[in-house]
């Protein structure tokens, strides 16, 4: 089957039969004033066991922040029933956390458009337990979205039930063909834009949301300011340029960052761009930053951190590296500086992120913050600090 690069079929229906939510006296009163439809396509990220988890961090990423689609609710039986704002981030919002597909379905009035496969395992690939779920979702009519390595449109009982079905199967980390691609021809040092680079010590520490959280934070000042999306979950956001790094061919990787840098310049004209990192320059079992610094050539690097984690993820005999340590490596390898400091602050207390920021900020010379749990206009002026004059931008009235 071939897979579609974006979902179509968002047709709202209403759910009927044993899945239908009970009928109330009134009901159909309501029902004849139509429910006003989504400007996106609703959706149902599956996370199960691994919801506020790493391997969960597509879920986590479009639970805080999603322009594609509209999220409905999230799948994890381990913490069915809580919100999924005060789950992750202490913060309620309005998306809860149910126990399984059928628990996804019958609160909705109208069947969801899409089912998202929201996690990241290591292994790249579907659990026979989970592709039981993608198939009961494509039997309900819903449109599939995963960012795995394992192409789900080129899984044969996967795709003839889509087909069957007449629903789509959008793999984000599908490439287009190798003859589409284009190398590295050096045309990214004409862009005029400002480029910031968020680089991390480790997979999975928090870059893409530190990356969304500068963009909003410098466009609130009047600075406009694009992201450029690299891996999965990014796209699936909504990220407007970008590729999927680590599914593109080693030799087409810089170019084809390059590309989306040139294109979102070209288009949008904005002051900034900041690119996502992937990885971590100094993990030897990723590549995908090296390539970032390559392609991108930027202007700063701003860093995220992880103060308490001991080990590398998924990797646990392999130690933490400390930010000065990565400050040095990218230094040495791209033509670039280091900005600041932005701190993943997972098993910390309040007090202990405050703590960390002065002792880090006073060891490295750099401003440190949390983008989660410190105010943005502390990323804002982290980039006014390292870059003043551009800085100098009356705010927009309205965003």
Same mark, same amino acid.
């Given at each position: 089957?071939?897979?579609? @690069? $974006?979902?179509?079929? @968002? ?36 996370? %199960? ?23 409905? =609710? ?14 992750l981030d202490d913060v309620r919002n309005t998306i809860p956390v149910v126990k399984d597909l059928n628990a996804a379905i019958t609160r909705e009035t109208y069947m969801p458009d ?8 290591? !292994?790249?690939?579907? =659990? ?31 795709? $003839? ?16 063909? =190798? ?12 862009v005029p834009a400002l480029r910031i680079a968020i680089l991390g010590t480790d997979c999975a520490i928090g870059k893409r949301t530190t990356a969304t959280c500068l963009a909003r ?7 406009? !300011? ?10 699936? $956001? ?30 949008? $004209? ?45 990797? &646990? +005999?392999?130690?933490?590296? @400390? ?7 990218? %230094? ?17 207390? &309040? ?9 880090? =900020? !006073? ?5 440190? @913050? ?5 105010? %943005? ?20 009235? +309205?965003?």
């Amino acid at each position: 089957m071939k897979t579609e @690069t $974006q979902t179509v079929d @968002t047709i709202r229906r209403p759910i009927r039969g044993a899945q239908a939510p009970p009928m109330t006296h009134g009901a159909a009163t309501r029902q004849t004033t139509p429910r006003p439809i989504p400007a996106h396509p609703t959706a149902v990220v599956y996370c %199960e066991g691994n919801f506020a988890r790493i391997d969960g961090k597509t879920a986590n990423g479009l639970v805080r922040h999603s322009q594609a689609y509209q999220i409905l =609710s999230v799948i994890d039986s381990t913490c069915s029933g809580e919100n999924s704002g005060l789950v992750l981030d202490d913060v309620r919002n309005t998306i809860p956390v149910v126990k399984d597909l059928n628990a996804a379905i019958t609160r909705e009035t109208y069947m969801p458009d899409t089912f998202i496969y929201g996690m990241a395992p290591s !292994t790249g690939r579907l =659990s026979p337990a989970d592709r039981a779920v993608v198939l009961e979702a494509i039997a309900h009519g819903m449109n599939i979205v995963s960012g795995l390595h394992e192409y789900l449109g080129d899984d044969t009982e996967i795709a $003839q039930a889509a087909s069957d079905r007449h629903v789509t199967i959008r793999d984000i980390r599908r490439p287009k063909p =190798s003859k589409d691609m284009r190398l590295f021809d050096g045309s990214v040092a004409d862009v005029p834009a400002l480029r910031i680079a968020i680089l991390g010590t480790d997979c999975a520490i928090g870059k893409r949301t530190t990356a969304t959280c500068l963009a909003r934070a410098l466009n609130a000042k009047g600075i406009k !300011t694009v992201l450029v999306g690299t891996g999965q979950t990014g796209l699936m $956001q909504g990220a407007k340029y970008g590729i999927a790094m680590d599914a593109v061919p080693p030799q087409f990787c810089c170019g084809e960052l390059e590309g989306a840098i040139v294109a979102a310049s070209e288009a949008e $004209q904005p002051d900034v761009i900041v690119i996502e990192g992937q990885g971590a320059l100094s993990h030897p079992a990723f590549c995908t930053s090296a390539f970032i610094l390559r392609g991108s050539q930027p202007d700063a690097v701003i860093l995220q951190h992880a103060p308490k984690r001991v080990n590398r993820c998924d990797f &646990d +005999t392999m130690p933490m590296p @400390t930010p000065a340590s990565e400050i040095a490596l990218i %230094e040495a390898f791209a033509d670039t500086k280091v900005i600041g400091i932005t701190l993943n602050h997972e098993g910390m207390t &309040d007090a202990e992120i405050t703590d960390t920021i002065i002792a880090q =900020s !006073t060891e490295l010379g750099l401003p440190v @913050t949390d983008a989660l749990t410190r105010p %943005e206009a502390h990323l804002h002026a982290m980039v006014a600090t390292a870059f003043p004059a551009m800085m100098q931008k009356p705010a927009l009235d +309205t965003i």
